[in-house]
């Protein structure tokens, strides 16, 4: 359901008819977060919003299953998030986005002083557009300016060996996910540093647990 305008009120009260209240709030907040995603693509003259099914992003026959229709992460959600990170975290680490898609992630990333902000995306297409993004993109508040889109299998990509910040928009499913984990955990063991685990729906905690290296915390608002 997509209300046009937001503010049509006849519009809100049909939905509230066929929704609850809840369902309604819902998709209101769904709606304002994909009109900023518009205006944010408008104001830095880049390609981030629009939904791309998984029918269309070209995966050979038995690679389907390594990913999932692709939505821009949103904007205000993740600069909160980055936010309320301890800034000494943040300036000596690298922001590496699994399943980057077309680099949104990246773009709201280069606000804060990151060492450098690298994207992992396994379609080639998605891939592409985020190098036409970062080519493109200058943002007023811009404070990191070495950022990268890799075109790779998440769980083939090298970790850079210092402190991370690892972002996860739901980007997986199990099988990818635990490995991409597996990974991390093996490279936190060899060579000790900090490394901070972002989700944006959390789908496989259990997961993360199993790696028995993290631990979680609480970001301060």
């Not at 939505?71 to 800034?87: E, G, K, N, Y």
């Not at 990333?109 to 200058?138: M, P, Q, W």
């Not at 990509?157 to 635990?178: G, R, S």
């Amino acid at each position: 359901m997509l209300f046009t305008p937001l503010n049509d009120l006849r519009q809100v009260v049909q939905a509230l008819r066929t929704h609850s209240l809840r369902e309604v709030m819902g998709l209101i907040a769904e709606v304002m977060e994909y009109r900023l995603g518009q205006r944010f693509d408008r104001i830095h003259g880049v390609d981030t919003w629009e939904y791309v099914p998984l029918s269309r992003l070209g995966f050979a026959v038995g690679e389907a299953h390594r990913s999932g229709d692709y939505r821009a992460t949103p904007v205000r959600t993740l600069r909160t998030l980055l936010a309320r990170l301890p800034r000494d975290v943040i300036s000596s680490s690298p922001f590496v986005d699994f399943g980057s898609g077309k680099g949104r992630a990246l773009l709201v990333a280069a606000d804060f002083a990151f060492r450098r902000i690298i994207g992992v995306e396994f379609s080639e297409e998605l891939h592409r557009i985020a190098e036409t993004n970062l080519r493109v993109y200058r943002g007023h508040t811009q404070r990191c300016f070495d950022l990268s889109s890799v075109h790779a299998r998440a769980e083939e990509f090298a970790l850079p060996d210092e402190n991370l910040v690892l972002y996860f928009f739901n980007p997986f499913e199990e099988e990818t996910m635990a490995r991409v984990l597996s990974n991390v955990a093996r490279a936190g063991q060899k060579s000790p540093r900090v490394i901070s685990l972002l989700f944006f729906h959390l789908r496989f905690r259990f997961l993360v647990e199993q790696c028995g290296i993290f631990r979680e915390i609480a970001l301060n608002p």
